[in-house]
């Protein structure tokens, strides 16, 4: 079964440093969406993409974080100088149509020290 | 507002049914979504409505009515590997796109 494949699985990294999460969508899909979950809280929006622009935000998607699809495959979330608060399991999911369920990556969890 | 409310934890006995409820108040309603997530890893699709009625898949059912923004998971003859939070989540329709919004999850307990 096709998946979404998301790298790295653990990244840790220091307070004000730049960090890119990576996500491989499956192939066929056109709709995009990155999701965090801060450890005991709930999965939460962050952004959604598609035809290579965004096509909607949370308040969460501040100035610090911005998407990219850099080539026909990835999909990656950068946050600029990331924070302690930053620090949670970050989630890429794509879907093939607007009305298709999502399917989710394993996440890649995000230690912000 | 956006709102999706579910119990915060469930137990049950290995073998019976559990019904865990949901209840939302959103905006640009565009159908209900269960997942489980077991702890550490990803959300995994369990089911879909996005009419009012019940949906049938294996052990697991659910069951919507818009009219009163509620929603339930049914799961049947429960087996340990069960135990796994399961999370609510309504897509909504703005702007001219969908996104999914989640309730903070159901921590279900298994026991023997």
């Known amino acids: 079964e096709p998946e979404v494949t998301q790298t790295p699985s653990h990244q840790v990294t220091q307070m004000g440093q730049e960090v890119i999460l990576r996500c491989v969508p499956i192939?066929?899909?056109?709709?995009f969406y990155w999701y965090r979950q801060i450890l005991g809280q709930k999965v939460e929006f962050l952004v959604s993409?598609?035809?290579?622009?965004?096509?909607?935000k949370s308040e969460i998607f501040d100035d610090q974080f911005s998407v990219e699809r850099p080539d026909g495959s990835n999909f990656t979330l950068k946050i600029r100088s990331t924070k302690l608060e930053d620090s949670a399991m970050y989630f890429c999911?794509?879907?093939?149509?607007?009305?298709?369920?999502?399917?989710f990556g394993s996440g890649t969890r995000l230690t912000v020290v | 507002g956006q709102n999706i409310d579910q119990p915060t934890e469930m137990t049950a006995t290995e073998g019976a049914i559990v019904q865990i409820n949901c209840t939302y108040q959103?905006?640009?309603?565009?159908?209900l979504f269960w997942y489980q997530q077991h702890a550490g890893e990803a959300p995994t699709f369990l089911s879909y409505?996005?009419?009012?009625g019940l949906e049938e898949k294996g052990r697991f059912s659910s069951f919507l009515s818009r009219s009163k923004g509620y929603s339930y998971l049914l799961l049947k003859e429960l087996q340990m590997k069960d135990s796994a939070s399961y999370l609510c989540?309504?897509?909504?329709?703005?702007?001219?796109?969908?996104?999914?919004?989640f309730g903070a999850g159901t921590r279900l307990a298994v026991h023997p």
């Open positions: 989540a309504v897509r909504t329709f703005s702007g001219g796109y969908n996104k999914l919004i």
């Open positions: 409505n996005v009419l009012d």
């Open positions: 993409f598609y035809n290579n622009e965004i096509s909607e």
């Open positions: 192939s066929n899909h056109l709709y």
């Open positions: 999911a794509s879907s093939e149509r607007q009305n298709y369920g999502y399917t």
């Open positions: 959103t905006s640009g309603f565009n159908g």
